[in-house]
């Protein structure tokens, strides 16, 4: 089945523990994306990556980190969280460019962070 | 002003009502623009792509207005199922920043018996 998978789909945990929430897509798409989103501020986009080694900041990248190393992963690392960054995050892919192509979006990852 | 901008409603409808929602956009240059649904607590899915020329499918007329810069979504013969947050979205001109994307912050939808 062609799916987006993040994991995991919920997580609790503190301020200043790093962690890393993955998504991996089984479509071969070249385009990844990560957006979270918040009451009253819908979908607001962190980091895209255009192919295997090509990433870019979107509208919101402050304390998140990606890597694209290969096709089919986007890793968001949070290296720091802190509460300001408990949200519904989502991962989306594309077979190519967002312009051109529907966006395919994972299940979601609620992260609470205290 | 926001990039991208919709009424957040909540829009309350009655079976069979006939509705739109309007999604502006600031920059003028905006290559492609989307509709997309999301239903509670669920992942974004696309309704519909909206082309210079709009675009029916079903029910839903999807319209583009390049002069005065918005977009519209209009439901005809609401369903219940029609219940949920409709996204609407811009893409860049080519150029830098060519693979960001801009979601307006979703209208709501509420259609009752």
């Known amino acids: 089945e062609a799916q987006v998978t993040q994991n995991p789909r919920y997580l609790i945990t503190v301020t200043g523990k790093k962690l890393t929430v993955t998504c991996s897509q089984n479509?071969?798409?070249?385009?990844m994306s990560w957006y979270r989103q918040d009451p009253g501020l819908g979908l607001r986009q962190i980091y895209y990556?255009?192919?295997?080694?090509?990433?870019d900041k979107g509208d919101v990248p402050e304390g998140y980190k990606v890597s694209r190393k290969e096709k089919r992963n986007f890793p968001l690392i949070l290296e720091s969280p802190s509460p300001n960054q408990t949200s519904l995050y989502f991962c989306?892919?594309?077979?190519?460019?967002?312009?051109?192509?529907?966006?395919?979006f994972g299940p979601g990852t609620r992260l609470t962070v205290t | 002003r926001k990039e991208v901008e919709q009424d957040p409603g909540p829009f309350n409808v009655p079976e069979g009502a006939t509705v739109a929602f309007n999604c502006t956009y600031s920059?003028?240059?905006?290559?492609?623009f989307f509709w997309y649904r999301q239903d509670c607590r669920k992942e974004p899915k696309l309704l519909m792509s909206?082309?210079?020329s709009g675009n029916e499918d079903g029910r839903f007329t999807a319209q583009l207005n390049r002069a005065s810069q918005y977009i519209s979504l209009l439901i005809r013969d609401s369903k219940l199922s029609d219940s949920a947050t409709y996204l609407c979205?811009?893409?860049?001109?080519?150029?830098?920043?060519?693979?960001?994307?801009?979601f307006g912050q979703g209208t709501i939808l509420t259609v009752h018996p």
């Open positions: 979205v811009a893409t860049p001109p080519r150029g830098t920043s060519y693979g960001k994307l801009t």
């Open positions: 920059n003028s240059a905006s290559q492609s």
């Open positions: 479509m071969n798409h070249e385009y």
């Open positions: 909206v082309y210079s």
């Open positions: 990556s255009m192919n295997v080694e090509v990433t």
């Open positions: 989306a892919s594309s077979v190519g460019h967002p312009s051109s192509y529907e966006q395919y």
